[in-house]
């Protein structure tokens, strides 16, 4: 049973056309949600690390919110450099691992 | 202030052969993770580590993997015999204690011919 569910698979935006990623998860016990980017190639980079439902951050045009099933992460008028695959982890009570999402490959064109 | 680092980046294997992979977690870092990627999937857990302990290695397959954190150098990810399925990045990141984020390093693109 998949513990993150990340949607859509793939987003393409216009320039400056503002939209949200979604992921929810099924873990019992949450103790952090973390937000990720990965471009191709690369290892991931730490974006955000949410807590608890209601915790919000922000970051130049992204904003990662958390409910009790789901996170968002808001880009504002993104631009082409935000173009990346954009990954979500759960780390639960009690365990070491994180569970990873399958990612939302976003384009952004100019 | 030098991230996670891991080489090689690539490696080219023939089918039975060995895979060595390494890992240096960040400055003042003493858990490592591994986990493995196959083109357009997300990232799978496969063991954490602290110095000269085996933490949690339920993502491991039974055979042919393992893996050590020696008290002085590297992190190891060793893969014997390697067969074609075993393809894939292999991503190490590393955290200051058990709870805190996760930092990642570049990679290891294993190909198994």
């Known amino acids: 049973e998949d513990q993150v569910t990340q949607s859509p698979e793939a987003l393409r935006l216009q320039e400056g056309e503002s939209s949200s990623l979604n992921c929810s998860y099924t873990v019992s016990g949450l103790r952090g949600l973390f937000w990720y980017r990965q471009d191709p190639g690369k290892g991931p980079e730490f974006l955000f690390t949410l807590y608890s439902a209601g915790e919000e951050k922000e970051k130049e045009r992204l904003k990662a919110t958390l409910t009790k099933k789901e996170s968002f992460l808001h880009i504002t008028a993104p631009k082409p450099e935000d173009s990346a695959t954009y990954l979500c982890?759960?780390?639960?009570?009690?365990?070491?691992?994180?569970?990873f999402g399958s990612g939302t490959k976003l384009n952004v064109k100019p | 202030n030098a991230g996670v680092m891991q080489n090689p980046r690539h490696l080219v294997r023939r089918r039975g052969q060995e895979a060595r992979l390494r890992c240096s977690p960040m400055?003042?870092?003493?858990?490592v993770y591994w986990y493995r990627q196959l083109p357009e999937e997300g990232l799978k857990f496969m063991v954490y580590l602290q110095k000269e302990n085996i933490i949690d290695e339920s993502g491991m397959p039974k055979e042919r993997f393992s893996a050590e954190f020696p008290k002085e150098g590297p992190s190891i990810l060793r893969i014997q015999q390697v067969v074609r399925g075993d393809s894939a990045a292999y991503f190490c990141?590393?955290?200051?204690?058990?709870?805190?984020?996760?930092?990642f390093g570049p990679g290891t693109r294993l190909l198994v011919l």
């Open positions: 400055k003042g870092h003493s858990h």
């Open positions: 990141a590393s955290s200051r204690d058990r709870e805190e984020t996760q930092y």
């Open positions: 982890a759960v780390q639960e009570y009690n365990f070491n691992k994180f569970y």
